[in-house]
Nanobody, 127 residues
Framework: QVQLVESGGGLVQAGESLRLSCAASGRTFSDTPMAVGWFRQAPGREREFVAAINWSGTSTYYTDSMKGRFTISRDNAKNAVYLQMNSLKPEDTAVYYC??????????????????WGQGTQVTVSS
């Protein structure tokens, strides 16, 4: 069993940056091969894919609209996957979720079909 725990959300103004973190508990990212990704869900909208990264950190995949502003990375030794979000806009306001599972691939994560979800962290961008 793996639990994913997000942190780093908050209230920022448009144009500012935030870095979200996802940590694994139960097992760690260093000993559990798994791609990990981020999704977000704004009020009244469906959950949407943001970005994913493979276990080694050598391959990433983004939703086109977020390329250039958002960067996903990971440090398995620190048991962390990060989402660096720059030039934030009010439309980025959402609950951001970490998603992944043992042996999951980028495709598994991007399709939302891996095993585990975090509880989410709120990001609010004011204009």
């Amino acid at each position: 069993q793996v639990q994913l725990v997000e942190s780093g959300g908050g209230l920022v103004q448009a144009g500012e940056s935030l870095r979200l973190s996802c940590a694994a508990s139960g097992r760690t990212f260093s000993d559990t091969p798994m791609a990990v990704g981020w999704f977000r869900q704004a009020p009244g909208r469906e959950r949407e894919f943001v970005a994913a990264i493979n276990w080694s950190g050598t391959s990433t995949y983004y939703t086109d609209s977020m390329k250039g502003r958002f960067t996903i990375s990971r440090d398995n030794a620190k048991n962390a996957v990060y989402l660096q979000m720059n030039s934030l806009k009010p439309e980025d306001t959402a609950v951001y979720y970490c998603h992944g599972g043992p042996l999951s691939t980028l495709a598994d994560v991007a399709s939302g079909t891996s095993s585990y979800w975090g509880q989410g962290t709120q990001v609010t961008v004011s204009s």
